[in-house]
Nanobody, 115 residues
Framework: QVQLVESGGGLVQPGGSLRLTCAASRMTFSIYRMGWYRQAPGKQRELVARINSDSSTYYADSVKGRFAISRDNAKNTVYLQMNSLKPEDTAVYYC?????????WGQGTQVTVSS
């Protein structure tokens, strides 16, 4: 069974940085499109960033220029580097893996941006 485990969340002040990590197991990681989503209280889950198997990337407009997604196929890991964090970035961040009709989710990691 595919397993995705996120880590790296926490409390950070506005303007600070965090790096989220998603470790994948029991899957052929390199063929999957990997994504980071987030869900704030009372809001729908939204796509933050995505990286395809060819390492092409997509970012939501709200995080362009501040966040960077990357992957290490040798380590079965995807990262989300988050810089210049804002209070509106506060949410639970989820890792997602997609391949054709298959889709898997991690359990989420809380990111809180507050002074």
């Amino acid at each position: 069974q595919v397993q995705l485990v996120e880590s790296g969340g926490g409390l950070v002040q506005p303007g600070g940085s965090l790096r989220l990590t998603c470790a994948a197991s029991r899957m052929t990681f390199s063929i999957y499109r990997m994504g980071w989503y987030r869900q704030a209280p009372g809001k729908q889950r939204e796509l933050v960033a995505r990286i395809n198997s060819d390492s092409s990337t997509y970012y939501a407009d709200s995080v362009k220029g501040r966040f960077a997604i990357s992957r290490d196929n040798a380590k079965n890991t995807v990262y989300l580097q988050m810089n210049s964090l804002k209070p509106e970035d506060t949410a639970v961040y989820y890792c997602n893996a997609e391949f054709v009709s298959l889709s898997y989710w991690g359990q989420g990691t809380q990111v809180t941006v507050s002074s």
